[in-house]
């Protein structure tokens, strides 16, 4: 039987939202901090064991009392512990936070997910547990709407790649958590640094990763602009 953890990754610090002194998960839309509007549709799913937050230490406090104030009725479904010093050194963290708290072995599956990726849906986390066990691994992605250019220099197009097999990535990512774990362990250092994105620990060792049918809508709050779409798309109910 497989155990299922939530990993909450809240440890970008929102450099492209300005210089406002608050990473981009905590800032507020619609009256709620941007990672609360994340957490609540981890906590209605009901497949989790745990939900964990992985966030930079100075603000595990400060995250813990978002969560008594905004969840407190799923407080105890929510562990707050810190992140590494990159995303994947970050799931590692998580990986071992289960580790040391709970069972860890080949049938832990971990969802992964941005923390200030706040629309994320119930169908696209459920999908993304029943893909990983099919495949071995899942990650969340959406066709590609617009043509591609490969500009290596970034002065001239060097090549255009049919859009038709070309999507864009999302998340939430799932993985198997102690088969993820031995092949990132596996991996060099400068290939720790160059391989940014999970998934493609597994591409690199030629193993399957299922593709989830994401939602266009389902953005990561990246730049200010974000923010105002995201507090009509919360106004508007589309979750």
Excluded at 33 to 43: G, R, S
Excluded at 137 to 156: H, K, S, W
Excluded at 157 to 163: A, L
Excluded at 187 to 202: H, P, V
Aim: proline share 4%.
């Amino acid at each position: 039987m497989v155990m299922v953890f939530g990993l909450v990754l809240a440890g970008g610090i929102g450099s492209r939202m300005g210089n406002n002194g608050k990473p981009k998960q905590f800032l507020m839309a619609c009256g709620k901090p941007v990672i609360i509007h994340t957490l609540e549709k981890f906590c209605i799913n009901g497949a989790f064991i745990k939900i964990i937050v992985l966030c930079p230490s100075e603000w595990v406090s400060y995250t813990q009392g978002l969560i008594e104030e905004y969840l407190s009725s799923y407080k105890k479904n929510i562990a707050v512990a810190s992140g590494g010093n990159s995303r994947n050194n970050t799931i590692m963290e998580g990986i071992r936070y289960i580790e040391d708290n709970y069972i860890l072995d080949g049938s832990t599956i971990i969802v992964t997910h941005d923390a200030a990726r706040p629309f994320i849906n119930n169908r696209i986390i459920s999908e993304n547990i029943e893909t990983a066990i099919r495949y071995g691994a899942a990650t969340t992605a959406v066709p590609a709407t617009d043509t591609i250019l490969y500009c290596p220099g970034g002065q001239t197009v060097e090549s255009i790649t049919d859009r038709q097999a070309l999507y864009m990535c999302q998340t939430p990512q799932t993985f198997f958590a102690k088969e993820l774990r031995e092949l990132y362990n596996r991996l060099s250092d400068n290939e720790k640094e160059q391989l940014t994105d999970a998934s493609g620990i597994y591409i690199k060792n030629k193993l399957p990763v299922g593709i989830v049918q994401g939602e266009m809508y389902n953005f990561k709050i990246t730049y200010p602009n974000d923010l105002v779409v995201a507090e009509e798309y919360i106004k508007r109910g589309i979750v």
